[in-house]
């Protein structure tokens, strides 16, 4: 992908695209989704990866999610190990 940039509505929705070179068992590029809401007076914020079954990814984004949360709540992120297999 030379640009990872798909689409953005600023406040709302990010689309990045990338190429995991490191799965060998990935089938072509790779979408990411972050979409932010505002409900009940909180934000939500769900994130969305498409093609991604053979990545290796594990439980990576449940750390870097848990990592932005408290980096947004502290100004300090976290640092979570891979759980291991």
């Not at 984004?61 to 190990?81: D, N, V």
Request: proline share 7%; hydrophobic share 40%.
């Amino acid at each position: 992908i030379d640009e990872p940039l798909i689409a953005a509505e600023p406040g709302r929705r990010l689309e990045l695209g990338f190429d995991p070179v490191w799965a060998e068992a990935a089938n072509g590029p790779s979408r990411v989704i972050f979409e932010i809401e505002e409900e009940g007076g909180v934000v939500r914020l769900a994130l969305t990866q498409t093609a991604c079954a053979h990545m290796g990814i594990g439980d990576n984004w449940a750390r870097f999610l848990a990592s932005l949360k408290s980096y947004l709540e502290t100004g300090t992120g976290l640092h979570i190990p891979p759980a291991r297999r």
